[in-house]
């Protein structure tokens, strides 16, 4: 009885720690890249680096806490984010800090930011010529 007690209050105390922890690091992710309020990035929250509102990490999530275990730190310092910064974490072909910079997740691939249409290759005079004498009767 006593012990499945202490289990309870140590699995209360760990669950405290995480949720008191996860606004620090929202708040230095979004002072180290300055994200605008009302931003995608902004209201997603914790979601940045958590499979939506668990405590289970997402690929960007892993690869800062890979990050920090290297350092030996729990800090998310402005080093730590240069780190992963020209990673793909979520494997969209995208970098997470191109995926920061246009206001979408790092670690969603469902979340990339919209391809670029490819121009229009444009002929020469000469090509465009020959074409139209190409295509007569």
Known sequence: MKADRVIAIAGLLVYAAVAVGLPSYTTDFSGNYKIRKGSK???AGCAVCHVG?????N???NDLAKT????KSDSLTS????KVEGLDSDKDGVTNLDEIKA???PGDPKSAPAKKPVPAKRIGPAAETARQEWRRP
Do not use: S
């Open 41 to 43: 990035i902004e209201k």
């Open 53 to 57: 509102e668990t405590v289970k990490l």
């Open 59 to 61: 690929p960007y999530g």
């Open 68 to 71: 920090l275990a290297d350092a």
């Open 79 to 82: 080093a730590v984010f240069r």
């Open 103 to 105: 206001d979408t997740l």
